[in-house]
Every structure is written in structure tokens, then in C-alpha cells.
């Protein structure tokens, strides 16, 4: 991919580091009304692995994720996402964080309807800054990737759910980011539409310069994780590394 | 990201038509009503514009607009030729007439009587018969609309005879003038016939009409017969501009169109204001969503102002393109419509439009800039 001509890259570029927590907590609301989401997580997660977040609900994976991806302040506590402290990024630079970083990945696709599949494909090159013509000459194989060559130009409401994610995933992977959070990707389609799904982001998303983590509360999920991190009452409970057993938690 | 925002736009078509037609809608409104309130304006001045080849207009000291006749002395004529500077002067009659019709009905009109043997502040764009004529006896000139305004449906023709003041008058001529503000129909003369047309009073005129010399300024040998004469002294433009102000100052002109021009300004706020807001209210997803994905808060206020300005310009040019062909239309129609669309006006509208999609646009851009990006994560936005 040729430099989008934008800002500067925010990651320091001598290696692709992973996510640093260190005793993270986050809070929303104010006194009485305070309710605390994580109390004290800590993680490290390494690039080239597929790593599950799962819980039940308001365990604080969604707050999590957010934290992760930069779209989310915590409370207190040390947060490093791909060698970056985000504590000190200010808010427009967080922005650009995202833009240049970070792959999205949504439960509910986001497309922009009026976009055709392309045009949707191409926004993030667009944010970061290339010239449209240049944008949309890179969508063409992406999207054969994901085996939509051939709906370049419908438009979201004309595909069905999973073809939506899957110009969804073409979309977070365009700009070749370092992290790429999902959340709950399978849980608007099918079972088998989900299995395809997620062969699709095991297959195509997770390399080893990259640092993949996904939300979800589908058990058929479970399977294509390489370490699922289990979460309950904001706290990690169990952390598990189904490829190296020997190093799996248990709080 | 420019094709993005606009894209977005298009894409919600009945809100996009809607935004579209509120502001075309005040376009229509502020352009047409201050058109009119122009072409009512130009009216007031129309016999001061209609008389060519005149420098200044020497009056009495208590007139304060063109309609504002108070009589002068027969000699102020020529006290205003003694005044160094002033190459010629003559004297003018303006009144109202009683014209009786030859079916019997009474129709008022405006009366100008003008100077015997030059017959200087004639009218000069004569469609029927010449200037020449009314050196004979009882000879009337009518212009256009009024003669219609008389003789509705009948072709232009002279030779028709009317009676004022009980005295016989012949048209010989019909000519093209621009409408009064008095709408009646215009009547030249000679002066010494046109006090023959109304009833008797000691002074008959109304003012004195002067042309400078070409080595002085009109301003300047104004100054001189005031300060000459007892008489009121202005240039063309002087003359224009005071009648202008007095109504605008005097009458319930500019109150009555500038409420309709700030209703339609208001109204095109309300339209254009609350459809774009619904708009990017519902397309809050979408403006999180690139948020999230690192769109800049510098960014999305531009995409915001970018749509404002396009459905702005789009309603911007069917207003006045609308309020115009309304003019050229209704004008052709109705003479009696006052209808005058300068740049000016263009302009005006122009701003206020501006103004519109800018308000239109504040509340969106503060619903979107306190939208939280991670609020598009499980469906949020």
C-alpha cells in the first residue's frame, strides 16, 4: 500500500506491539449514579493471535474493546495499544490513532447505505487521506478476498447479511491496520453465515503483524479463537491460550 | 471525504427534496418580496427618472418627496435662469386631473404641465404620434398603461377626446413611461393648457426644471439657486434619493415587506433547520460510525457544512430562479405589478440563505461533535 499522504503514523515503527492493560478501570456517571464497568484489568495481548473477549452481558467486554480501540477513555489505570499510551493522545489525535491503526469490525455491519459496496470499502483510504481514483483502484482486491468481486457496485441494502459483513470486513482490513477489533460480528446473521465469517477473519484477518480481538457471546465463535479471555463483573476471570494450554489463568 | 458527505445527502431522498424545498421556498419568498418592495420603490421616482435631460429640480422649501406638491411663484423661473451656472430652466405643473371618459365615467389622473415652446420634461419614448403635436390646441399625451387603464381592451389609437375641468382635450400621442406609484394614468401637456385642465389658484406651479452649464456641477449650482432663491434645489439623484427616504421613513412600506421577508427568512430556518436536523439525526449512525473510524471532529463539521451549503446553493438558485420567472410572468400579466430585481436583491436573498444553511447546519454539528465514537459499538448511535 502506498503512504496515504496524511498525517504522521503514531506507532513507533521499529515493531508492531500489542496491548499493554495494567490495572485499568472505567467508570460512567457521577456520584450516586456512578456504575464502575472494569475493576482493575489486566492483559497483555501479542499480535498474530485471534483473541476472544466473552462474557455474559455487562461483564464489560463492549467497554473493553472500545478502550482497545481508542474510542473510549478508561478511569485509572496504564493502557499501551500497539506501543502507544493512549492516556496521552489528545482527542484529535486519537482520531487519527484510529484512522491509520485500527480495523472496525460492527455487530450491525455500518455501512453507509448511500455508498455502494466500494464506495464503502474504499472510506477508510478516503479518511486517510488518498485521492478517490487511488482509493477505489485498491477496493477491486479486497473485495475479491472476500469473494464479493462480483458486488462492487451494490449498494448495502441490496446485499444480504453476510454479504454486508463481509464488505464490512474488506472495509476494516483496506487500510492494512494493526489492530482490528470486532464486535459481536455473528451475532446479526445466520449460524452458517457466521461459521463463513469467521473462517473469513481467521483466514484473512489474523497475520502476524497485526493484533486481532473480538467481542462476542456465540459459543460456535469459541472455536476459531487462539486464547479467549472470559470476563465477569469487569474483572478477567479466566484467561485461556488454547494454542500454548501451559499459559492459561484462571483469577 | 466531500463526495462522502454529498453521497450521504442524496441518499436520504425525501429529506434531501424536503430540505431542498424549505429553503427554496424562503428563496422564493425574500427574493420575490423584496423585488416587489423594490419595484414599489422605483415607482415613487418614476417621474423624476422619466424626465430626461434635466439637471435639477427646483421646488418649494417644504416639499419632501415627488408627490408632495406645494405651488411655487411664476417667477421662481426665472430667478432659478439668473443664477450663474444654470444654462436653461423651465417650468413644470404637476397635479391631479378629473378626466371625464366619453362614456361618461370620471377616471383621476396625473397631470404634467411642461414648458410651452420646448416642451422640456416631455416624456421621450413616444409609441403613437409625435412630441410635436401637442402644440395644438387642447392636445393630450397618455401613456400606455394608462390609456388602457381608460380604455381597457381597446387597441392604442390618438384622436380620443376627453374633458377636464370642462375643457376638451384631444390625445395626439401615447407613450411608454414607467408605472407611478399612484398607478393613475399620465397626462402631458403645455403648461399654460394643463391650468386650463384643473381648477384656478393664484400660483399654478409646481416646480422649475434647470440644466447646467458643462464647466459646473450639478451639486454645486444647486447650492447656488438655494442660497439665490427661497426655493428647495436638487440634482436628479438628490431628488431621487430624498422621495425614496421619505417612504421608506413615512409609510408602512418597508415595515409591512420587511415583516414578510423576515417571516419567510424565519420560516426558512424553521423548514430547512428542523428537516436537516430529523436528517442528521437519523444518519447519526453513519456520522459515528466514521467517527470510530477516525474521522476528525474538523472533518464531519465540514462534511455537515458542505451538505448545508449544496441543498443551500440548490435551494438558492430554484428561489431566485422561481421569484424571476415569477416577475417576467406576472408582469407580463399585470401591469399594475410592481416587480424590480436588481443584484442587490440577488445578493440579499443570497446571504440570507447562507444564513439559513448555517443555522441549519449549528445543531446538527453540535448533535454529531457530542456524539461519542464508541457509542457505535453492539448498535449504539
Known amino acids: 500500500m502506498s503512504s496515504p499522504p496524511s498525517h504522521p503514523s503514531l506507532v513507533p515503527s521499529h515493531a508492531i506491539a500489542g496491548i499493554i492493560c495494567r490495572e485499568i478501570t472505567k467508570d460512567y456517571g457521577t456520584g450516586d449514579s456512578k456504575v464502575r464497568a472494569l475493576r482493575g484489568v489486566n492483559l497483555e495481548i501479542s499480535p498474530g493471535e485471534l483473541t476472544l473477549l466473552v462474557g455474559p452481558s455487562g461483564c464489560g467486554k463492549t467497554t473493553l474493546i472500545s478502550i482497545f480501540a481508542g474510542t473510549l477513555d478508561v478511569t485509572s489505570g496504564e493502557i499501551s495499544v500497539l506501543g502507544v499510551d493512549l492516556k496521552e493522545l489528545s482527542k484529535y489525535e486519537k482520531a487519527i490513532f484510529r484512522a491509520k491503526h485500527v480495523g472496525f469490525v460492527f455487530q ?45 457496485q451494490s449498494l448495502p441494502a441490496q446485499l444480504s447479511g453476510g454479504q454486508q459483513q463481509r464488505v464490512a470486513i474488506a472495509r476494516a482490513l483496506i487500510h492494512q491496520p494493526s489492530l482490528l477489533v470486532c464486535d459481536e460480528p455473528t451475532s446479526s446473521i445466520d449460524a452458517k453465515t457466521g461459521q463463513t465469517i469467521m473462517e473469513l477473519i481467521k483466514q484473512i484477518a489474523v497475520r502476524p503483524d497485526r493484533v486481532a480481538v473480538i467481542v462476542t457471546h456465540d459459543p460456535r465463535v469459541l472455536e476459531f479463537g487462539d486464547r479467549i479471555v472470559t470476563l465477569e463483573d469487569g474483572r478477567v476471570a479466566q484467561d485461556k491460550h488454547v494454542r500454548n494450554p501451559e499459559n492459561t489463568k484462571v483469577a | 471525504m466531500t463526495w462522502i458527505a454529498i453521497k450521504m445527502l442524496i441518499g436520504d431522498r425525501s429529506k434531501y427534496f424536503a430540505i431542498i424545498f424549505g429553503v427554496t421556498f424562503a428563496c422564493f419568498l425574500i427574493t420575490e418580496q423584496s423585488a416587489i418592495f423594490c419595484g414599489i420603490m422605483l415607482r415613487t421616482t418614476s417621474v423624476i427618472r422619466d424626465t430626461h435631460g434635466v439637471d435639477i429640480w427646483a421646488m418649494n422649501s417644504g416639499v419632501r418627496y415627488a408627490d408632495d406638491l406645494k405651488a411655487i411663484s411664476d417667477n421662481d423661473v426665472f430667478r432659478v435662469r439668473s443664477v450663474p451656472g444654470v444654462a436653461w430652466a423651465v417650468n413644470l405643473y404637476r397635479g391631479q386631473g378629473q378626466a371625464q371618459l366619453g362614456n361618461g365615467k370620471y377616471q383621476g389622473v396625473i397631470l404634467m404641465g411642461v414648458d410651452d415652446s420646448t416642451l422640456a420634461g416631455c416624456p421621450t419614448q413616444m409609441i403613437l404620434g409625435k412630441l410635436g403635436d401637442l402644440q395644438m390646441p387642447d392636445a393630450i399625451i397618455v401613456d400606455e398603461a394608462g390609456f388602457h387603464q381608460m380604455w381597457p381592451r381597446e387597441p392604442l389609437r390618438v384622436g380620443k377626446v376627453i374633458e377636464m375641468n370642462d375643457r376638451r382635450a384631444v390625445i395626439v400621442g401615447i407613450f411608454r413611461s414607467a408605472q407611478t406609484f399612484m398607478t393613475m394614468p399620465m397626462v402631458y401637456t403645455r403648461f399654460s393648457q394643463a391650468t386650463l385642465f384643473v381648477p384656478q389658484y393664484r400660483r399654478m406651479m409646481s416646480f422649475v426644471l434647470a ?43 418597508p415595515i409591512n415587506f420587511g415583516t414578510t421577508v423576515i417571516l419567510a427568512f424565519l420560516v426558512g430556518c424553521a423548514i430547512a433547520g428542523q428537516t436537516f436536523y430529523l436528517f442528521t439525526v437519523e444518519n447519526l449512525k453513519q456520522f459515528g460510525t466514521l467517527k470510530a473510524m477516525g474521522v476528525t471532529d474538523r472533518r464531519i463539521v465540514a462534511m455537515i457544512l458542505i451538505q448545508a451549503l449544496v441543498v443551500g446553493g440548490i435551494g438558492y438558485g430554484l428561489g431566485v430562479g422561481t421569484a424571476s420567472i415569477f416577475g417576467i410572468v406576472a408582469q407580463a400579466r399585470m401591469e399594475l405589478l410592481a416587480f424590480y430585481l436588481p443584484w442587490q436583491v440577488v445578493l440579499i436573498s443570497g446571504i440570507c440563505v447562507l444564513f439559513i444553511s448555517l443555522i441549519s447546519s449549528l445543531l446538527s454539528i453540535k448533535r454529531v461533535l457530542v456524539l461519542e465514537p464508541a457509542t457505535v459499538f453492539q448498535g449504539g448511535a
Do not use: W
Open chain 1, 108 to 152: 450491525q455491519f455500518n455501512l453507509l447505505p448511500s455508498l455502494t459496496a466500494a464506495e464503502n470499502v474504499a472510506v477508510p483510504l478516503i479518511i486517510n487521506g488518498f485521492p478517490r481514483g487511488n482509493a477505489m483502484a485498491k477496493v477491486a482486491e479486497v473485495m475479491h478476498a472476500v469473494g464479493l468481486q462480483d458486488k462492487l
Open chain 2, 211 to 253: 440644466k447646467c452649464r458643462s464647466n459646473v456641477s450639478a451639486e454645486e449650482v444647486a447650492r447656488r439657486i438655494e442660497s439665490q432663491t427661497e426655493l428647495k434645489a436638487l440634482t436628479k439623484d438628490g431628488f431621487i434619493t430624498m422621495t425614496m427616504m421619505y417612504y421608506l421613513q413615512h409609510t408602512g412600506i
